[in-house]
């Protein structure tokens, strides 16, 4: 199982980060199901971590990447200071 790198935090409405091993499959599908909902295209996601170079304490970004083995897309959830998600952008 991957290693999940986020702080303790909560995405909003229905994202909530846990740094636990165990927690991380189900980390990477609320991940996907938040970006789906935004109707952005996102099958599985393979990887999730905090930009922490672009991000600032009114500004956290989530980087979400994307892959199914066919397409690959990275995501960005940039969070507000109350850890609600303000938007998402497709890099």
Excluded at 22 to 37: D, F, K, N, P
Aim: with cysteine.
């Amino acid at each position: 199982m991957k290693s999940v790198q986020i702080a303790a935090a909560t995405l909003l409405p229905t994202l909530v980060l846990v740094p636990t091993l165990a927690s991380a499959a189900m980390l990477e599908r609320q991940a996907g199901r938040v970006i789906r909902a935004a109707g952005h295209w996102c099958d599985r996601v393979s990887n999730l971590a905090v930009n922490n170079k672009v991000s600032t304490p009114a500004r956290r970004v989530v980087r979400v990447t994307c892959d199914d083995g066919t397409r690959y897309v990275q995501y960005d959830l940039v969070l507000t200071p109350d850890n609600k998600v303000r938007s998402i952008e497709k890099q």
